[in-house]
């Protein structure tokens, strides 16, 4: 996807269509992080602890139940 940088106020402002924020379940009040090497430039939702958790749990799960089959799927 490429995107254009959109003029406001006195700065320039990257709209994020909806379903990238659905996808990385964004809001409003979500925090981002913003990360650059000066030639590329990264955002990451900040997620609170209670959420790490429960996504490193989850995956947990997921890695234990079909770690096997995932493996060979990715050779």
Known sequence: MVKNLT???????????KPILE????????RFEVI???QCLVLSPVRDSAQEKKFSSALDRVHK???RALKRLAE
């Open 36 to 38: 650059t090497d000066g």
């Open 23 to 30: 996808l990385l379940n964004a809001t409003p009040e979500t």
């Open 65 to 67: 139940r079909f770690g």
């Open 7 to 17: 003029k406001h106020g006195n700065s320039y402002a990257l709209v994020i269509d």
